[in-house]
């Protein structure tokens, strides 16, 4: 890319293909809702008392933390996004069960 180029856009990576960018924009999208659910899954256990326990809580702030590197293979990508996602989903499942 020349340098007076424009900034790529959100979720831009190299060598992608229109079927890859479906996929990355779903991957991505089910990421930020899992972290939303994680997050609110952690305020509504604080809110009602429920204790978690210091571990649980470290995964959760783990998780809510984790950066998905945007300069990777996009197979790569889409495989930490899954992952993240997973991740976050058993967690505020966990959570909700306590």
Known sequence: MP???????????????AGTDERMARW?????????????ARGEAATAGRTIPPEVDRQVTEVLDRQIEVDQAEEARIEDL?????????????????
């Open 28 to 40: 991505e999208r089910e990421w930020e809702e899992a972290k939303q659910s994680l997050a609110m």
């Open 82 to 98: 899954q992952g993240a996602v997973s991740d976050a989903l058993r967690l505020a499942e966990l959570l909700s069960v306590r």
């Open 3 to 17: 340098p007076d180029a424009p900034a790529p856009a959100a979720g831009w990576h190299k060598g992608a293909t």
